[in-house]
């Protein structure tokens, strides 16, 4: 299903507010960024173990399924809706909303599992927070976009299915 109502949100934002939402798209982009990176750089970037080596895997497929759904024109690296977004259902967000930034948790999860450290502990956490603010902040924009979104919302979990 795809809803394509496109009002453009920068035009209900006052200048100061859109700068500030801007930043924050690249402050989230940023630390994702720095997370992963530090992870994945932070032992061996071939793993070693089979459950590290699965997961990331299972990561890599969720984020190939989400990408062949999610259609080229709504990709963004940034936490902003493109003017032409459309809101997708099909595929693996019939049962989470957000399953790009599920696969990248699960992959660091792979990483970590596969060599456990301290600063790969923490980056996770730092990841996994930061995830969670820029879902959180994306969903404010498909709620005002979308005018489906909310019930979409009722029916599917964020990032792992039938459960959060």
Not at 63 to 71: E, F, G, Q, S
């Amino acid at each position: 299903m795809a809803d394509k109502n496109n009002t453009d949100l920068s035009l209900k934002c006052s200048p100061g507010r859109w700068i500030y939402h801007s930043s924050m798209s690249y402050v989230y982009f940023l630390v994702q960024l720095v997370c992963m990176a530090g992870i994945i750089f932070a032992g061996d970037f071939v793993p070693d173990g089979l459950v590290g080596f699965a997961l990331i895997t299972a990561a890599a497929a969720l984020m190939v399924w989400a990408l062949l759904y999610m259609r080229l024109g709504n990709l963004h690296v940034l936490p902003e809706l493109k003017h032409k977004s459309v809101f997708v259902t099909s595929g693996p967000y019939r049962v989470i909303r957000h399953p790009m930034y599920a696969a990248s948790m699960l992959a660091m999860i792979g990483f970590l599992i596969d060599q456990p450290s301290l600063l790969r502990g923490a980056l996770l956490v730092i990841l996994v927070i930061d995830l969670y603010l820029k879902m959180l902040y994306e969903e404010r924009q498909l709620i005002q976009r979308f005018s489906s979104y909310r019930d979409y919302m009722k029916n599917t979990k964020r990032f792992i299915p039938f459960v959060f």
